[in-house]
């Protein structure tokens, strides 16, 4: 069984060098610290919140991440879809994901607040009421994704299949409609 490590708060930390012992860390807090291909194989993270971390190209095999909120962090090429996707829940602010993956997770209701999400992979992800404000979305991967009342009335330079993705009662705003229309190659004025 993991330890359990509650309410505490780790500063500029560099878990890049000294790795993160392996437990459940409950309503923590990570300001600063580094987590640059770290190893969170396996750690439980539960209601914790990341404040200007640096996540690039961190390993997440089996990660649990649940109610998580990251702040102002960067997630180059995380591959979310590794994590354990029991009770997998998260929301992310300011926060620049490029190249991360969701690939097939269910993440309803997931809100993403004014982040980078160029060219993510949200393939066959369920992605039902989420929320993308205020997000770049130039060359995001979306192929068989449920979108289904998701909000992208905010987003930007996104490129979504209506033929090819669920988006029943998904919002756009009018200035993002050609995104919806890019397949056919049309001028739109």
Do not use: H, W
């Not at 992605?127 to 289904?148: G, H, M, P, V, Y």
């Amino acid at each position: 069984m993991n330890a359990l490590i509650l309410d505490k708060t780790f500063t500029k930390e560099n878990f890049t060098i000294n790795r993160l012992p392996t437990a459940e860390y409950d309503n923590c807090i990570f300001k600063e610290c580094m987590f640059t291909e770290a190893f969170l194989s396996d750690v439980n993270f539960v209601e914790c919140t990341f404040i200007g971390c640096d996540f690039t190209n961190a390993k997440t095999k089996n990660t649990s991440f649940n109610n998580t909120t990251f702040n102002n962090c960067k997630l180059l090429g995380v591959l979310f879809n590794s994590c354990n996707p029991f009770l997998l829940s998260f929301t992310f602010t300011d926060c620049n994901l490029q190249l991360a993956s969701f690939y097939t997770l269910a993440i309803k209701k997931t809100m993403f607040k004014n982040c980078n999400l160029e060219q993510v992979d949200f393939s066959m992800a369920n992605l039902t009421q989420s929320s993308f404000d205020r997000c770049n979305l130039k060359n995001a991967i979306f192929d068989d994704s449920n979108l289904e009342k998701a909000d992208f009335r905010t987003a930007y330079n996104y490129t979504i299949d209506p033929d090819n993705n669920n988006l029943k009662g998904a919002k756009f705003s009018k200035n993002g409609l050609a995104g919806l229309l890019t397949k056919y190659k049309i001028s739109i004025s």
